[in-house]
């Protein structure tokens, strides 16, 4: 039986983890929309991995005997001043949640679950990737501040990014 603790903060995850993927859907229509294809898939398979974090989340409370609550999704904004201004918003995002993981973890720890524990050292792993990915996109877009060309290639760059489904047990997908 999972701990009622830990539980419950895993469900209050479930919530940040689809909220993550609503955000990276509205963000995905805001580079459609605005021409950036690439940056659109990028977006794309974001929201995929943000499924499949929730679902991971999800399972665990099912394996386990727990009870998932799902909670309401909050309202998020739909539009951008820039690709840029975008990835900074992501960025703050993922910041948000490595400190909603940590927390989790430090809730594991204080109960003693140690199953819980194995489950989040792989989210801990996951957050470093996630912030990383990121970073790296900002520091391009910084680079080419708004030269169309820069941005084009770019653009072209995050084309490429594909969904790979994490085996068990193992660790993130590359960006
Ligand atoms: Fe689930 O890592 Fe991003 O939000």
């Keep these: 039986m999972v701990n009622p603790k830990v539980a419950a903060a895993i469900n209050e995850q479930i919530k940040n983890e689809l909220e993550s993927a609503y955000l990276y ?5 805001y580079f459609a929309n605005a021409g950036f294809d690439g940056m659109a898939n990028w977006m794309s ?18 394996n386990r005997g727990g009870q998932i609550q799902l909670k309401p999704i909050a309202i998020l904004k739909t539009t951008w001043e820039s690709p840029l201004n975008a990835f900074k918003e992501a960025l703050i995002h ?6 909603r993981i940590n927390f989790l973890m430090k ?21 470093v990737e996630e912030e990383s990915n990121v970073t790296k996109i900002i520091a391009s877009l910084v680079q080419v501040k ?3 060309e820069g941005l084009l290639m770019i653009d072209r760059e995050l084309a490429t990014r594909v969904f790979i489904m994490p085996i068990p047990g193992q660790g993130a997908q590359p960006a």
Aim: charge should be negative; proline fraction near 0%; glycine fraction near 2%.
């Design 94 to 99: 993922e910041e948000f949640i490595t400190s």
């Design 45 to 62: 398979v974001q929201v995929k991995e943000e499924l499949f974090h929730a679902s991971k989340f999800y399972d665990y409370i099912i």
């Design 146 to 148: 708004d030269s169309g």
């Design 25 to 29: 859907y509205a963000m995905q229509a």
């Design 107 to 127: 809730t594991a720890i204080d109960e003693n679950d140690f199953a819980s524990k194995v489950l989040l050292d792989w989210y801990v792993n996951e957050q």
